[in-house]
């Protein structure tokens, strides 16, 4: 502070110059032989001199500096200033003297701004982007019609478009909607990623890969897109449908929550009737048409899921989520995986650390496990050791090696009611005695890893599981009813493959389910603090409880 008081000419310094006038020659001699600088000062004091005696036509002097204010410097000095102050901030900076308002209509400052705060990287001029995402699937659902001139008088005007523009009146105006959210569409529940994407921002609605390819990339297809169609105008588009965008509109309910509306659901129906959106949903959604599933049961869920969503309209509600928190000791990296779950198909889960335990929690789900619900808890305190592959080939070999330890658990719970309480309230952070045991199954994930192979008997929807693992622990699946009756959690067995993939076997539905990592990147989904995180897996369970 006191080098800029000096090079703004204020506050000691000029004080310092009016007492070196009033002195004679002698003391004026004193005072200068006694440093009230050290060599660093002195130095940035030596280069701002030379800078301002050179900007204003002055030969540069090394005593007494002259006088140098931030209005001195040259206008593209202060773009680069500017350009690296949060946008927030440049409004007020704009009120301080007619030059700053004059130099932040530079677009170049609004650029940067955009570019560092939310990742845009076009140029505003280059017209062949209009209309068109950077997503691959996007483009080739959308490039066509562009091409063809059939949406291009919906188009922005970029021509006559400023960075100041896309920053105030867009990407801040909506910024509290980008990141993750879950939709309420009842137990199927869902994965939204809000981004900047281009000059747009955009909701990604997340896809599992058609059953049972479970290793294969998530499918995303938009649902809403906003943009600005004239100056100072942010238009809000429903992307749902095969017509193209069409007038929607977004609300922010309240904190972490939001709704969308479609001002013209006419534009989702297909000129062939229901039969014929349900035959291009089920394409879509599962990859096949409903001859190829000769399951009687699974063609009614799949059947019961087209009635249940399509009644929405792209009319949904959503509710913020964030990525888990990660820390040293977690077995595997937390995060967003599918999996598979029989006649459902695949479906999305979230796994978490606890303390002494590792959730999955459903982000989409079915009618019997809906989403938000734990569907498998793992025990970090009770590691199974699977018998040679001979005897692992034996179901009822596994299920009598699972149920001794559930008993063993069980027993425990019943002698230690208090402490299981508090780590299922997700309360602080592991214990010593809690940490030790997991260091030691840290040191175990660089052991060789084992055969596996699934017991007779266990059905599985995708045969090409890995056959080798690293671990294996104790766990308890939920399962329930349909509709989410008589909900109770059973013994099972969570095997770890690798860092990416991991299974869980359902002893009393003799399943398998494999789940495999969602390979994406997500900005703005980390949770502010683990407290947060904790406090939004209670409030999606609470919403299907």
């Known amino acids: 502070m006191a080098v800029c008081a000096r090079l703004c000419g204020v506050g000691p310094s000029r004080g310092c110059r009016r007492r070196q006038q009033r002195r004679g020659p002698a003391e004026t001699e004193a005072a200068d032989s006694e440093p009230d600088t050290d060599l660093e000062e002195e130095r940035i004091e030596a280069g701002a001199a030379a800078l301002c005696g050179e900007w204003g036509g002055r030969s540069a002097s090394p005593s007494p500096p002259p006088r140098c204010s931030l209005l001195e410097l040259p206008p593209e000095l202060l773009v680069e200033i500017f350009a690296s102050l949060p946008g927030t901030d440049l409004p007020s900076l704009a009120q301080v003297c007619t030059k700053f308002c004059r130099i932040l209509h530079n677009d170049t400052i609004w650029r940067r701004r955009c570019r560092e705060e939310y990742g845009v990287c076009e140029n505003l001029r280059k017209l062949e982007i209009t209309g068109v995402s950077c997503r691959d699937v996007y483009a080739k659902r959308i490039n066509p019609r562009v091409k063809s001139g059939r949406f291009m008088k919906i188009l922005p005007d970029y021509e006559h478009m400023e960075y100041r523009d896309v920053y105030t009146c867009l990407l801040h105006r909506y910024r509290h909607i980008l990141g993750l959210w879950q ?50 105008s942010a238009t809000v588009e429903c992307m749902y449908g095969h017509r193209g965008p069409h007038n929607g509109h977004i609300q922010i309910v309240k904190k972490d929550e939001f709704s969308t509306k479609c001002n013209q659901t006419e534009h989702h129906r297909m000129s062939g009737g229901r039969q014929e959106e349900f035959r291009t949903w089920l394409r879509e959604e599962w990859g096949r048409t409903l001859e190829d599933i000769f399951h009687e049961h699974m063609q009614e869920l799949i059947l019961m899921k087209f009635i249940y969503t399509s009644q929405y309209d792209n009319c949904l509600t959503y509710r913020r989520i964030y990525l888990p928190p990660s820390h040293p000791d977690d077995l595997i990296k937390p995060g967003l995986f599918k999996g598979t779950y029989g006649s459902h198909g695949l479906e999305i889960v979230m796994l978490s650390f606890h303390g002494k335990h590792a959730r999955a929690t459903k982000i989409t789900g079915d009618p019997n496990i809906p989403a938000g619900q734990q569907t498998v808890e793992i025990d970090l305190m009770h590691r199974i050791q699977l018998p040679d592959v001979e005897n692992l080939c034996n179901f009822n070999e596994l299920s009598r090696i699972v149920l001794e330890v559930h008993e063993q658990v069980r027993q425990e719970q019943q002698q230690q009611p208090e402490d299981r309480t508090e780590d299922d309230e997700g309360a602080g952070p592991p214990t010593e005695k809690v940490g030790e045991p997991r260091n030691e199954e840290a040191a175990a994930l660089k052991e060789e890893p084992v055969q596996f192979v699934l017991p007779v008997g266990v059905s599985s929807r995708n045969e090409n599981y890995p056959r080798t693992c690293r671990m294996c622990f104790y766990g308890t699946g939920l399962i329930a009813g349909h509709g989410f009756t008589s909900p109770e959690r059973t013994p099972g067995v969570f095997i770890l493959f690798d860092d990416d993939r991991f299974g869980f076997i359902w002893l009393e539905l003799k399943s398998f389910s494999l789940y495999s990592r969602v390979q994406a990147t997500f900005r703005n989904a980390d949770a502010p603090s683990p407290q947060a995180f904790e406090e939004m897996l209670k409030n999606i369970q609470s919403l299907t409880s």
């Open 183 to 232: 939709p309420d569409i009842g137990p199927y529940g869902g994965l939204l990623n809000v981004v900047v994407d281009g000059l747009f921002i955009i909701g990604w609605m997340y896809l599992p890969p058609h059953d049972p390819h479970v290793d294969d990339p998530m499918r995303f297809k938009p649902l809403f897109r906003i943009h600005l169609m004239e100056r100072k």
